[in-house]
C-alpha cells in the first residue's frame, strides 16, 4: 500500500495569529478555503495551510475540545484496503466514515492509544483543492510528528500492519521506535515518570526540516518584535526544565520552541 502523512489538525481561539506564524516562520501557503470558524460558519477567508507536503488545518476550538494538536492523517491508495485490516486485525479500534464535510478525510480512526488519524483518497468525493495535488518542494518542511505511547512495539505494529509505514533504523532514546512513509517520520516514544508530560499517550511534539537552525532562529526574533502576539513560546528553564530534557531526547532535533498556542516544535538541518 502507498501510504503518505499528509495532514495535521489542531484547535485553536487564534487562528489568524497561527496563521501567521506558520506562514511567516515556514512559509506555509493556503490551499483551502471555507474553514468552519468560531461563530460555525464557513469563512472564505480561512484554510488548510501547507508546507508542500503536510496540509495543516488551524480548526475553531470549541467547547469541550483540548487547545493544541487534535488529529493527523495520512493519503493511501485505497481507503477500503486500509479499513479491512483495521477490521481484520483490530476488530475492537473504532472508526468512522462521518466526514463528508471535511476537505481531506473520508474515514477518521484510532491507533492503539487512542489517537485519532484520518485517511484519505484522492478520487473521494470530499477531497479537494490543494489536496489533490502532489504538492511541492521548499527549503522548511515538517519531517516528523512524534506520539507517546506505553508500549511504543505495540503502536509500531499497528502502523506497519496497517498502513506499511517502514522501520528506520537511526539513532534515538532508549524504547523509541521511528517509522516512515519515506519522506516524513512517525515517531513513537515511549511514556516515562521523568516529567508529567510524558506520562500521557498520544501527540508530543512536531518537527521541521529547515535550511538553517540559525536563520530560523533568527527569522523567530524578528516575527517576535514586530508581531508580538506571533511570538513563539520559550521551553525550558525553571519547572519547565524537564520538558527540555525530554524534548533533547528525541534524536530528530537540534532547538526546541512553542507555537504561539503552545504547540511544541522542533527544528534541524
Same mark, same amino acid.
Given at each position: 500500500m502507498n501510504t503518505r502523512i499528509r495532514h495535521l489538525a489542531t484547535h485553536t481561539e487564534r487562528y489568524d495569529t497561527e496563521f501567521k506564524f506558520y506562514q511567516a516562520i515556514f512559509g506555509m501557503k493556503q490551499i483551502t478555503t471555507g474553514?468552519?470558524?468560531?461563530?460555525?460558519?464557513?469563512?472564505?477567508?480561512?484554510?488548510?495551510?501547507?508546507? &508542500?507536503?503536510?496540509?495543516?488545518?488551524?480548526?475553531?476550538?470549541?467547547?469541550?475540545?483540548?487547545?493544541?494538536?487534535?488529529?493527523? &492523517?495520512?493519503?493511501?491508495?485505497?481507503?477500503?484496503?486500509?479499513?479491512?485490516?483495521?477490521?481484520?486485525?483490530?476488530?475492537?479500534?473504532?472508526?468512522?466514515?462521518?466526514?463528508?464535510?471535511?476537505?481531506?478525510?473520508?474515514?477518521?480512526?484510532?491507533?492503539?492509544?487512542?489517537?485519532?488519524?484520518?485517511?484519505?483518497?484522492k478520487g473521494q468525493a470530499n477531497v479537494r483543492e490543494g489536496y489533490l495535488t502532489d504538492g511541492w518542494e521548499q527549503p522548511r518542511w515538517l519531517n516528523h510528528i512524534a506520539l507517546r505511547a506505553r508500549k511504543p512495539e505495540e503502536v509500531a505494529e499497528f502502523y506497519t500492519k496497517v498502513l506499511e509505514l517502514k522501520g528506520v533504523e537511526e539513532a534515538g532514546e532508549e524504547g523509541s521506535i521511528t517509522l516512515t512513509d519515506g519522506k516524513v517520520r512517525l515517531i513513537i516514544r515511549r511514556c516515562h515518570n521523568g516529567y508529567y508530560r510524558s506520562l500521557r499517550q498520544g501527540f508530543d511534539h512536531v518537527g521541521f526540516k529547515v535550511e538553517s537552525v540559525e536563520k530560523t532562529k533568527q527569522d523567530l526574533e524578528k516575527l517576535a518584535a514586530a508581531h508580538p502576539e506571533c511570538a513563539p513560546k520559550k521551553v525550558g528553564g525553571g519547572p519547565q526544565t524537564g520538558l527540555l530534557k525530554d524534548l533533547e531526547a528525541c534524536p530528530i532535533g537540534k532547538h526546541y520552541f512553542a507555537d504561539p498556542d503552545g504547540v511544541l516544535l522542533d527544528i534541524c538541518e
Open positions: 474553514l468552519v470558524d468560531e461563530h460555525g460558519k464557513s469563512n472564505p477567508e480561512r484554510g488548510h495551510i501547507s508546507d &508542500g507536503v503536510i496540509g495543516l488545518a488551524l480548526l475553531a476550538k470549541r467547547p469541550g475540545s483540548q487547545q493544541g494538536i487534535d488529529h493527523f &492523517g495520512f493519503e493511501v491508495d485505497d481507503v477500503n484496503e486500509a479499513v479491512d485490516r483495521l477490521n481484520r486485525f483490530y476488530p475492537e479500534l473504532l472508526h468512522t466514515r462521518a466526514l463528508t464535510y471535511v476537505p481531506f478525510a473520508g474515514v477518521r480512526a484510532q491507533d492503539p492509544t487512542g489517537t485519532q488519524f484520518d485517511l484519505s483518497q
